[in-house]
């Protein structure tokens, strides 16, 4: 690993990225946050030391140039919500070309990525829907393949946060599969897998099933992350026929549709061990409920609250 724990971050603000940045902080790491909004950055974090902040647009190479100039290690924790595989533009394909133009060849030394467990080329195809969102992740990983840079792709299942992030009016909706495990993983975890892999050359120019190694059928997860959490929630199941009705007035619930079509038709395969997930990234330490209980007692998810997220 990277003997002075310094990281550059590009998608620091999201959902996700949060909780990964305070738990980086937390484990001793100088972070550079390279965002577009710095003053929605700062909201999102307590001022700490160890975090600096870095004004870039990924639509901006110039900017990003300056932003990355010195950067050794980066992770890249970016995200794709569309229906549109023509869309013009999307971080995780034209802004990681961007990024690839924008780093300094004489310095970076790796490059992680977040992605979705769909886009990991080794799942095998138990249906032919496809997910545009892993279409467009997968031309962006080729392009990191393509680079020469030594990177790791993180290929994630459902992250147990979801619970929190698309709780709404004290309402968690599931949708997809509901009958076969899921391998929840969370941000802690996965925040101490991106730790063993930063400058570990055991994970240069591999990729990686980020899975934990409990399955959990989607409602009872979602009961137990609840209960431990402490807060009165109903669990609710969003019919199909509800998500295709809203689907036709709202461009979030399309997206919505077409992340519950695809989850309905896949089931998840446990691949973390075949894979040297464990052996090389370590082995997930918190259950769901823990993770809860981790949460609520740190409150790491407060900035929600300020609906910036």
């Avoid at 550079?32 to 975090?51: H, W």
Wanted: glycine share 6%.
């Amino acid at each position: 690993m990277n003997e002075k724990k310094k990281i550059s971050i590009i998608g620091g603000t999201g959902n996700l990225g949060v909780p990964v940045v305070k738990f980086l902080l937390q484990s001793g790491f100088e972070i550079k946050l390279i965002a577009r909004n710095i003053a929605k950055a700062k909201r999102l974090f307590e001022p700490n030391t160890s975090l600096q902040f870095i004004e870039a647009d990924l639509k901006n190479v110039s900017e990003l140039k300056k932003a990355l100039s010195d950067t050794e290690y980066l992770y890249l924790n970016l995200s794709t919500q569309t229906t549109d595989i023509n869309i013009p533009y999307s971080t995780e394909r034209e802004g990681v070309e961007n990024i690839l133009h924008a780093v300094n060849k004489e310095y970076i030394k790796q490059i992680i990525a977040i992605s979705g467990l769909g886009a990991f080329d080794n799942v095998q195809k138990q249906n032919r829907f496809e997910f545009i969102p892993n279409i467009i992740r997968k031309q962006g990983h080729k392009l990191l393949k393509n680079s020469g840079i030594p990177y790791t792709i993180l290929h994630c299942s459902w992250f147990a946060d979801s619970f929190i992030i698309y709780r709404r009016n004290k309402v968690y909706s599931v949708i997809g599969n509901t009958t076969d495990p899921i391998y929840f993983v969370n941000c802690y975890d996965y925040t101490m897998h991106l730790i063993n892999a930063i400058g570990n050359p055991e994970a240069f120019f591999k990729e990686f099933p980020i899975q934990g190694n409990k399955g959990y059928q989607h409602t009872a997860a979602a009961k137990a992350f609840w209960d431990a959490y402490s807060e009165p929630t109903k669990i609710k199941l969003l019919p199909a026929f509800i998500i295709k009705l809203l689907a036709l007035f709202s461009k979030e619930m399309k997206y919505v549709k077409h992340m519950s079509d695809y989850f309905t038709v896949s089931s998840e395969s446990f691949l973390a061990k075949d894979y040297g997930t464990y052996d090389i990234l370590g082995t997930p330490s918190l259950s769901i409920t823990q993770y809860a209980e981790k949460l609520k007692k740190e409150k790491i998810y407060d900035c929600l609250e300020k609906g910036d997220n």
